[in-house]
């Protein structure tokens, strides 16, 4: 029961990245041939606009629905695995037009292809939590 | 024109995320979605192997069951909110992608690929692809929405590199790998 509000946000999410056509593998195209504004417009009003809450959130020191006060974590300061993994993450989501929110909505949709994708995405995380040990970050 | 019909604009989409990540700060979680893959690797066991994956996933089952809600949300705009129709993008895209044998522009992904047809001739790319986004998110401990939204707007430098990192990525496989794979 303590999950259904995520339920839902979930189901407003997928329409959004839906309507907004983020889920397109031809926006995602677009976006990483520089020829179009759509992506670039939903991803920076996001972040500025985020931004503005967040500080605002902090300033006024607005508490979540337990009673504890928001206050996102910051990231761990490495820079390796930044960098290599993003670019990893980059590659797929280029090939695929897809990042893992949009997977799973476009599974939604009846693309099946991504059905493969998303079993794929889990083997490759498999595959990374096997080899951490091992890897620069 | 309609206003929940047709497609979206970017200056109502963008802050729709916003207020997603500010519901997810609200319900005392932190925003971002690549986690559920490492959370269903543990559901099916992957703590026999791997220390990374053992933790009780009951903890983190908000997670699983937003993207349950995701696969939802795709499933109703595609019955109900016209989903899917031709994206308007623009005339060179189009032109490169013609020539790179893309034909079908009617839907969201093109059919060939993605959907029907002839999917088993690109099982390598459906693959190849999944493993580096599965990979490189947990690698880089966040993607789209941990890093280039969650991340950036909470002004965390960590984060800048992991976008530029899906740029260098992103650009590589559109313009090096993409016309391999869809020959």
Not at chain 2, 34 to 55: E, I, N, P, Q
Not at chain 2, 162 to 172: E, P
Request: charged share 10%.
């Amino acid at each position: 029961m303590k999950n259904i509000p995520f339920l839902i946000l979930g189901i407003f999410f997928g329409i959004v990245l839906s309507k907004g056509e983020v889920i397109s593998w031809f926006r995602i195209q677009e976006m990483f041939r520089f020829d179009g504004f759509h992506m670039y417009g939903v991803i920076g009003s996001a972040v500025v606009l985020g931004a503005v809450a967040i500080r605002s959130i902090k300033a006024l020191g607005i508490k979540d629905r337990f009673g504890v006060e928001i206050s996102p974590a910051p990231i761990e300061r490495n820079f390796k695995q930044y960098i290599f993994g993003g670019t990893i993450f980059g590659l797929g989501w280029a090939l695929t037009g897809a990042c893992p929110g949009p997977i799973y909505t476009l599974i939604g949709y009846g693309y099946w292809g991504y059905a493969i994708v998303l079993i794929s995405a889990v083997a490759g995380t498999f595959l990374y939590g096997i080899l951490k040990p091992k890897l620069p970050h | 024109m309609n206003l929940i019909l047709d497609p979206w604009p970017w200056y109502i989409v963008g802050p729709l995320i916003t207020i997603t990540m500010v519901m997810f700060l609200y319900f005392g979680q932190s925003f971002g979605i690549s986690s559920s893959l490492k959370h269903m690797c543990t559901v099916a066991g992957a703590g026999k192997f791997s220390d990374f994956f053992r933790y009780d996933w009951r903890d983190k089952s908000f997670s699983l069951v937003f993207v349950v809600g995701l696969v939802i949300g795709g499933w109703l705009s595609a019955a109900y909110l016209n989903g899917n129709q031709a994206v308007d993008i623009s005339e060179a895209t189009r032109l490169a992608l013609e020539g790179l044998g893309i034909s079908d522009f009617n839907h969201y992904a093109p059919d060939d690929i993605f959907a029907n047809k002839s999917i088993g001739n690109n099982i390598p790319l459906l693959i190849i692809g999944g493993v580096l986004i599965g990979f490189g998110t947990r690698y880089a401990n966040g993607c789209t929405s941990g890093h280039a939204i969650m991340g950036l707007a909470n002004l965390q430098w960590p984060s800048l590199l992991a976008v530029v990192g899906f740029f260098v990525g992103g650009l590589i496989a559109t313009f090096v790998l993409l016309p391999i794979f869809i020959n």
